[in-house]
């Protein structure tokens, strides 16, 4: 039997899990009334997204027919009616004779106008009659026609069913205990696939969320390919070079890729959104033109795709991480160390250490950098290129020692520093990072260890918070100011477990602290969803996290399928 994922309906609610399918802009939520058809677009509202409004069927009596399920299928409906999404259609298969669909508001008033308008305000009015009937819903704020079609004959959903059932077989397998919850986000993945129509053909992106989120940000892409890679490292390898197209001259990689064009400096921001950063008491967003980038983690993803497909990976994006190296080092610096040059340049857009400059050296970008300059090492001295990858190494070096300079002593963390070179007091998840870098003397893996087990600090009932809980500035539900986001979890999980590999005497206790992080992350998201943040106390979704949320669902099937395979070499 075609697997179409019905065993997963216990996880919609058509509320903080739509329905939707793979490659269409279309996704469909319970509305006051009946259904509610969105069209996800590039920054653009809920509220302004809206296709049709009080989508119901109503049988030949008019009663409403009640939904008896959704799930990846669809949204079935009693009597055997079910409703997909295809592309820009909505197709509802299975409808009887006499049976009808009605809608109370569709935005495009050409449609209105076709269907005689609405009888009373208020009222609804028929979208089909008839069987076979077609009709075009053309909203008003749309990229794209959205088109319904019904059918008494079910065969109409079938190119629906054969995509989503050879999407659902690409699942990795994991341990029985991790599959119901693999299965799912999987799902997630594959529907926020979107065809961005790239002129150069590199246009199969999986975007963070089709709320808002219709884009390639750059280090989603990373962490969203670390999960692909265990089912489609085709599509995992496609984000990577979408990623890294739209390459500057000088080497920055761009922020964002979207259908308009890129996200790379102050310059391409919304007016709006310009305006309100412009008023922030920074100096950096006096300037004329500010670099937006995202930190750099691209040779860490290209490392994790390269377990699968291969050195091949290594050799096609080596130029281009090299470049974006170098970029940091010589175009976003101050007083000789990198900087985020901009909040949104460090992902972390809302942290406290942002609050009264927007450039700042922080630890986590230190981590990022060293990391990388060991893998660019490893990968040139591979290829005999060992003048090259001597400098990497001694810029590694070089950044660690700065690093371990920075470590407050007193309070115990590594603090980020303002652009005057002064520490920022705000202790936060960047303060972890630096578990990435080789080179920490063991009281500085032991400092952060103790801040890791503290509940004071970082054990809170949810681990980890994005700020200490003892910080003034911690917050269970403001966005990277203590809620715990699944990235964030991982790069540490990813930084325990490199530590164990360069200290074997200590290997058991930061394994330990490893394997206590990815089960209980897990765990959250099984039991509320990849969302894009957690309540570090509650475990629920703060009220302005977006949910099915790409990286956290990627991430998730990351750690499902390795430790699974763990598990498997452990009996």
Not at 78 to 99: C, F, K, N
Not at 388 to 401: H, I, N, Q, S
Not at 516 to 532: I, M
Request: net charge negative; proline share 7%.
């Amino acid at each position: 039997m075609t697997d179409l994922g019905r065993d997963l309906a216990h996880r919609f609610d058509l509320e903080g899990v739509p329905y939707t399918a793979r490659y269409s802009r279309l996704f469909v939520r319970r509305g006051a009334v009946g259904l509610t058809v969105y069209e996800a677009a590039y920054e653009r509202p809920l509220a302004d997204s809206v296709v049709v409004t009080g989508l119901r069927i109503l049988d030949d009596a008019g009663r409403e027919v009640p939904i008896v399920r959704a799930s990846p299928a669809g949204i079935e409906f009693g009597g055997g009616v079910r409703l997909v999404v295809d592309g820009g259609e909505v197709l509802i298969g299975g409808l009887p004779e006499l049976w009808s669909v009605f809608a109370d508001d569709v935005a495009s008033p050409r449609l209105r106008d076709a269907l005689g308008g609405f009888a009373a305000e208020g009222s609804p009015f028929p979208l089909v009659e008839e069987r076979g009937a077609t009709e075009s819903i053309q909203a008003s704020r749309s990229l794209r026609s959205a088109t319904l079609r019904t059918s008494p004959d079910r065969d109409l959903l079938t190119p629906h069913d054969e995509q989503l059932a050879e999407w659902l077989d690409r699942c990795p397998a994991v341990s029985p205990a991790y599959r119901d919850l693999t299965r799912f986000c999987w799902w997630v993945l594959g529907v926020n696939t979107l065809r961005l129509d790239a002129p150069d053909g590199l246009n199969r992106a999986v975007v963070p969320s089709k709320i808002g989120y219709v884009g390639l940000w750059q280090w989603d892409a990373y962490f969203i390919a670390i999960g692909l890679r265990h089912g489609d490292p085709d599509l995992a390898l496609e984000q990577l070079r979408i990623a890294v197209a739209h390459q500057g001259a000088d080497g920055q990689l761009p922020d964002v890729v979207h259908e308009q064009g890129v996200l790379a400096s102050s310059d391409d921001l919304p007016p709006a959104d310009l305006e309100n950063l412009r008023a922030m008491a920074s100096p950096s967003l006096a300037h004329s033109r500010v670099p937006l980038t995202k930190p750099p983690l691209t040779a860490l993803a290209v490392a994790k795709l390269a377990e699968v497909i291969g050195e091949g990976v290594v050799d096609e994006f080596l130029p281009a991480v090299l470049r974006a190296q170098e970029w940091w080092y010589t175009h976003s610096t101050r007083g000789g160390r990198p900087v985020y040059l901009h909040p949104y340049s460090s992902g972390l857009d809302d942290s406290p250490i942002f609050d009264d400059d927007a450039i700042v050296a922080s630890p986590d970008l230190a981590a990022y950098l060293v990391l990388s300059d060991g893998l660019l090492g490893g990968w040139l001295a591979e290829r005999g290129r060992h003048d090259e990858a001597a400098a990497c190494r001694g810029r590694a070096d070089a950044t660690v020692d700065s690093l371990i300079a920075t470590w407050g002593q007193a309070r115990g963390f590594f603090p980020a520093l303002g652009e005057d070179g002064q520490p920022i007091p705000a202790e936060t998840i960047g303060s972890l990072m630096p578990l990435l870098a080789d080179g920490l003397p063991v009281h500085l893996v032991d400092g952060v260890l103790a801040a890791i087990d503290d509940p004071a600090r970082f054990a809170t009932p949810h681990a980890l918070p994005t700020v200490a809980a003892s910080d003034p500035d911690y917050s269970t539900e403001r966005m990277w100011r203590g809620p715990v986001w699944v990235n964030t979890n991982w790069l540490v999980a990813e930084g325990l477990r490199r530590q164990a590999a360069v200290d074997p005497s200590r290997a058991d206790r930061l394994l330990d602290a490893a394997d206590r992080l990815e089960r209980d992350t897990l765990a959250l998201v099984d039991a509320h969803g990849p969302n894009e943040y957690f309540n570090p106390v509650s475990g629920e979704k703060p009220p302005r996290a977006t949910t099915v949320f790409g990286w956290s669902a990627a991430l998730a099937v990351d750690l499902a399928v390795s430790r699974s395979r763990s598990r498997s070499r452990s009996r």
